[in-house]
């Protein structure tokens, strides 16, 4: 195996580990540094998109300008390949007349020459993209397609990372509905034996007086079971 094969494995087996990231942008922040050593090119903005559709870039350090970061979610080659799903080729940032005026005139002056993007596809979704940056006018061929390949390892990190977030929650929830039924079982079982009543009419007492009160259920509850009476009346 060759350096240059070994440094490509070692990528691969990089962005499929992602959850010793803290953040989706700590992992998506690791894919644009991936993308920067392995193509060897100046710019990498991975781009995310949020609940609410918003796009937001993320970059390795240093970062460029803010205002270079806002052209790139406003329209500029990620913009395309998101909504698109598809990569866009390397194009030279010379024309001004070209499809993405702002964002060629921040990155030309930033000392960019060429540009390109990948999605970040899963299945029938599209999670995100990659710019590329380039400060030369030569931008191989190659690069796009090895682009696209960890474009897809990235994408499938980051829909398992998802995957996982929302089991986590909703096992929490469910936890925490667990807990607070037992909490309740629990305090009717002591209102009922305190006050000689049934466990279903102990239930409907703490619901009525936390109702009328305008206390959480649960709060009423763990008060029940912590001193054996409901609390005393506001």
């Known amino acids: ?12 087996a990089a962005l499929s580990a992602n959850l010793e990231d803290r953040t989706e942008a700590d992992y998506l922040r690791r894919v644009a540094t991936t993308y920067t050593k ?3 090119v100046e710019l990498a903005v991975a781009v995310w998109a949020g609940p609410d559709q918003r796009l937001h870039p993320v970059t390795p350090m240093p970062q460029p300008s ?12 990620a913009v395309d390949a998101y909504r698109s799903a598809r990569p866009v080729r390397p194009a030279l940032l010379t024309d001004l007349a070209g499809p993405w005026p702002a964002f060629i005139v921040l990155a030309h002056a930033a000392g960019y020459r060429a540009a390109a993007a990948v999605p970040l596809r899963h299945r029938d979704g599209v999670l995100g993209s990659v710019l590329l ?4 006018e030569s ?12 474009a897809d390892a990235a994408a499938l ?4 990372r998802r995957t996982l977030r929302e089991h986590i929650d909703t096992n929490t929830h469910l936890r925490g509905d667990l807990q607070r039924r037992v ?17 279903a009419d102990a239930v409907r007492v703490l619901h009525t007086w936390a109702r009328r009160h305008h206390r959480p259920l649960e709060w009423v509850a763990a008060y029940v079971v912590a001193h054996r009476a409901l609390p005393p009346a506001r």
């Open 157 to 160: 990190g980051l829909a398992a």
């Open 66 to 77: 803010a205002e270079l970061l806002e052209a790139v979610c406003g329209d500029s080659p």
């Open 133 to 136: 940056g380039a400060s030369t």
């Open 1 to 12: 195996m060759t350096e240059r094969e070994l440094a490509l494995a070692q990528a691969f």
């Open 183 to 199: 909490m309740l079982q629990q305090a009717a079982g002591v209102l009922a034996s305190v006050d000689q009543i049934a466990v």
């Open 38 to 40: 392995v193509l060897q």
């Open 139 to 150: 931008f191989p061929d190659p690069a796009l397609s090895l682009a696209r390949a960890l």
